[in-house]
């Protein structure tokens, strides 16, 4: 999950701060889990991963915005493809909204194939919510079978 909130501010970019690995009580994983450097995400072990990734926005303006999220995969750890693209608007000031892109990944070489998270919204006063303690914006990563 993405810890602490942040002004998007118009600009499409990766993630690549922030992360952690949920610690609250009652979450468990199976094996050793994904490693994250800089918002790039390793796979443990290779297999058909779904990979899902969650953004909550805020609009701190009085007109219309829109958040996209985007989950970008790499088979050889440098050019980066879209795999899913979501997209939600958000109406009014003060107004949330959760925006969900999902996709399916076979990781065949764990040293890789990898992926990131993108996000983008339209023009300023857009906030991205994180926090420490609460999934609010976050990734979901289940392996589904062997690849």
Same mark, same amino acid.
């Given at each position: &999950? $993405?810890?602490?909130?942040?002004?998007?501010?118009? @600009?499409?970019? =990766?993630?690549? %701060? *922030?992360?952690?690995? !949920?610690?609250?009580?009652?979450?468990?994983?199976?094996?050793?889990?994904?490693?994250?450097? %800089?918002?790039?995400?390793?796979?443990?072990?290779?297999?058909? =991963?779904?990979? +899902?990734?969650?953004?909550?926005?805020?609009?701190? %303006?009085?007109?219309?915005?829109?958040?996209?999220?985007?989950? =970008? +995969?790499?088979? !050889?750890?440098?050019?980066? +493809?879209?795999?899913? !693209?979501?997209?939600?608007?958000?109406?009014?000031? !003060?107004?949330?909204?959760?925006? &969900?892109?999902?996709?399916?990944?076979?990781? +065949?070489?764990?040293?890789?194939?990898?992926?990131?998270i993108w996000q983008y919204t339209y023009?300023?006063?857009? @906030?991205?919510?994180?926090?420490?303690?609460? *999934?609010?914006?976050? $990734?979901?990563?289940?392996?589904?079978g062997d690849t």
């Amino acid at each position: &999950r $993405i810890t602490s909130s942040f002004d998007a501010s118009g @600009a499409g970019a =990766y993630i690549t %701060s *922030n992360w952690e690995r !949920n610690d609250t009580a009652g979450f468990a994983k199976i094996g050793t889990g994904l490693t994250e450097s %800089s918002g790039t995400f390793t796979f443990p072990v290779t297999g058909i =991963y779904q990979i +899902t990734a969650v953004l909550h926005t805020v609009n701190g %303006s009085n007109t219309n915005r829109y958040t996209q999220c985007r989950i =970008y +995969t790499t088979q !050889n750890n440098s050019g980066y +493809t879209v795999q899913a !693209n979501a997209a939600g608007e958000i109406g009014h000031q !003060n107004g949330q909204n959760m925006v &969900r892109s999902t996709a399916i990944f076979d990781c +065949t070489d764990t040293s890789t194939h990898k992926f990131r998270i993108w996000q983008y919204t339209y023009d300023s006063n857009t @906030a991205i919510v994180g926090d420490s303690n609460q *999934n609010n914006s976050y $990734i979901v990563v289940i392996r589904l079978g062997d690849t």
